[in-house]
């Protein structure tokens, strides 16, 4: 949920790498909830399609958010710039939280706000995914050119909350399923390297930068 960049490393690389067009990837990114909706609509999802299709959007959101923060670090280390797509892959990561959520309060809880409150408020592994999704709401309110512009600096250091929101996302996840198998550890992976790719984020553009200049100097 990041700018069209005008950071240094996006102007050395001018030309986003745009083989989809970003409406396209809405769409796209939009399939798996239609799908996931349609399968339960049509009686097959499972003998218990509300959880069934609650837990989809949750993992598609995680995914998406993931996605999200990859985009930085791949362009970084040499690889496509993708940063056209970030902000379409962050409100993506929205949306299907935003969907998780409603099914949450809708089809799981019947809107019953005297069992919703509590478990909001006393079950930590909730109160932790309703921090995250608050968090992601002045993200995904800011992720046009508009907020860009009129909040300057101040921009890039509210989206630092997508590290926050990632974390919340993750440990809901993680303890909303009490376990720590496959599944778990490779979101906590994932997530664990492109945050610590932010935080040694100075060395590793030095070292590639050296990396560049030697490649240089070696073909002249
Ligand atoms: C960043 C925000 C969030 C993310 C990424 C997220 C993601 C997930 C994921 C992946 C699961 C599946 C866990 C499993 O396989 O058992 C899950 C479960 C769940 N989430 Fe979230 N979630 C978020 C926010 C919320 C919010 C705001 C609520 C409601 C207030 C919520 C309610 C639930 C519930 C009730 C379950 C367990 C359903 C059950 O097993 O009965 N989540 N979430």
Not at 191 to 199: K, Q, S
Request: glycine letters at 6%; charged letters at 15%.
């Amino acid at each position: 949920m990041t700018a069209t960049s005008t950071r240094p490393a996006a102007r050395a690389r001018p030309f986003n790498w745009l083989p989809v067009k970003i409406w396209a990837l809405y769409i796209v990114g939009l399939i798996p909830a239609v799908w996931y909706f349609y399968l339960g609509a049509t009686g097959n999802l499972g003998a218990d399609p509300v959880v069934t299709f609650e837990h989809n959007l949750g993992f598609w959101a995680i995914r998406f958010l993931l996605a999200t923060l990859a985009v930085t670090p791949i362009f970084i280390l040499g690889g496509p710039n993708l940063i056209a797509y970030r902000r379409a892959l962050g409100l993506l990561g929205f949306w299907y939280v935003l969907f998780h959520f409603t099914v949450y309060l809708t089809l799981d809880r019947a809107l019953d706000f005297s069992a919703i409150i509590p478990d909001i408020v006393k079950r930590p592994y909730i109160t932790i995914g309703m921090l995250g999704f608050i968090m992601l709401i002045p993200l995904a309110l800011t992720s046009n050119r508009f907020s860009i512009r009129r909040l300057g600096p101040r921009w890039n250091k509210l989206h630092k909350l997508s590290y926050l929101v990632i974390i919340a996302g993750v440990v809901h996840f993680v303890m909303s399923t009490k376990v720590l198998i496959v599944e778990q550890t490779i979101y906590i992976v994932l997530t664990a390297l492109l945050l610590g790719f932010r935080v040694f984020k100075k060395p590793i553009m030095n070292w590639r930068k050296e990396r560049m200049k030697a490649k240089r100097l070696a073909k002249a």
